[in-house]
């Protein structure tokens, strides 16, 4: 399986065989993933000795997320596999965030930076092995998720995942929540692999794969406004 993520700024692939992890490229800088991804992904064959044509399937984050940097994994994931004849697995963004943490008990709330003081969000129950989901993805303030926090931490301790993670700690003041380290806080292309084997009765024909946004993106929300003050 092929993995990806082009979600937010950071940008991944991953190769999984035998519902193993035998390789992946993690970058983390502001640059167009137009201009890496693919690279990265020929960069990843190349160091783990396989081939595009042994693929059997593909996995990609298709949001919440940044409109352009979804459309730019989406599109590369669906003409290999358009090249290969091969399914394709949706994964939400949110929840394979929460796969960053499989392993702990905890309440992993997914957090990606949606601006103006919004979030897209998400809340998951992980354990040693499994992530089960508390909510659906929406679209939240900041105020509405450190609610949301507030009336559901009890004994699991709830850590906060995800682009958006230090913006939200940093806004609490760290009295609800903590956050995930470094290593395991951004979106990666291993834990969409993560996510899509446990969902394997999801799979799509590659025409079918299409981007989740939870708001309408920037142009069309400032055209409507324009058209309601009209």
Same mark, same amino acid.
């Given at each position: 399986m092929l993995g990806m993520d082009t979600s937010a $700024? #950071? *940008? @991944? #692939? #991953?190769?999984?065989? !035998?519902?193993?992890?035998?390789?992946? @490229?993690? $970058?983390? $800088?502001?640059? +167009?993933? @137009?201009? +890496?991804?693919l690279p990265m992904v020929h960069s990843l064959f190349a160091s783990c000795g396989r081939a595009l044509s042994q $693929? !059997?399937?593909f996995a990609v984050s298709t949001g919440p997320g940044s409109f352009t940097g979804l459309r730019i994994g989406i599109s590369a994931v669906k003409g290999m596999a358009f090249c290969l004849k091969k399914d394709c697995i949706p994964v939400s963004t949110l929840e394979a965030l929460a796969y960053n943490l499989l392993g702990q008990d905890c309440i992993a709330v997914? #957090?990606? !930076? *949606?601006?103006?003081?919004q979030v897209y969000t998400a809340s998951f129950l992980v354990g040693r092995d499994s992530v089960r989901r508390l909510t659906e993805d929406a679209a939240l303030s900041i105020q509405e998720l450190w609610e949301w926090v507030g009336e559901n931490s009890g004994a699991l301790p709830v850590v906060l995942v995800g682009d958006g993670a230090g913006l939200c700690y940093n806004s609490w003041k760290g009295e609800k929540a903590l956050l995930a380290p470094e290593q395991l806080r951004f979106q990666r292309a291993s834990s969409v692999c993560a996510a899509a084997l446990r969902h394997p009765d999801e799979k799509t024909d590659p025409a079918q794969l299409v981007p989740q946004y939870l708001r309408l993106p920037q142009a069309q929300r400032e055209l409507l406004k324009k058209q309601k003050k009209a």
């Amino acid at each position: 399986m092929l993995g990806m993520d082009t979600s937010a $700024v #950071a *940008a @991944s #692939a #991953a190769l999984w065989e !035998d519902e193993r992890l035998i390789g992946e @490229s993690f $970058v983390n $800088v502001k640059l +167009t993933h @137009s201009q +890496t991804i693919l690279p990265m992904v020929h960069s990843l064959f190349a160091s783990c000795g396989r081939a595009l044509s042994q $693929v !059997d399937r593909f996995a990609v984050s298709t949001g919440p997320g940044s409109f352009t940097g979804l459309r730019i994994g989406i599109s590369a994931v669906k003409g290999m596999a358009f090249c290969l004849k091969k399914d394709c697995i949706p994964v939400s963004t949110l929840e394979a965030l929460a796969y960053n943490l499989l392993g702990q008990d905890c309440i992993a709330v997914a #957090a990606m !930076d *949606a601006r103006c003081q919004q979030v897209y969000t998400a809340s998951f129950l992980v354990g040693r092995d499994s992530v089960r989901r508390l909510t659906e993805d929406a679209a939240l303030s900041i105020q509405e998720l450190w609610e949301w926090v507030g009336e559901n931490s009890g004994a699991l301790p709830v850590v906060l995942v995800g682009d958006g993670a230090g913006l939200c700690y940093n806004s609490w003041k760290g009295e609800k929540a903590l956050l995930a380290p470094e290593q395991l806080r951004f979106q990666r292309a291993s834990s969409v692999c993560a996510a899509a084997l446990r969902h394997p009765d999801e799979k799509t024909d590659p025409a079918q794969l299409v981007p989740q946004y939870l708001r309408l993106p920037q142009a069309q929300r400032e055209l409507l406004k324009k058209q309601k003050k009209a």
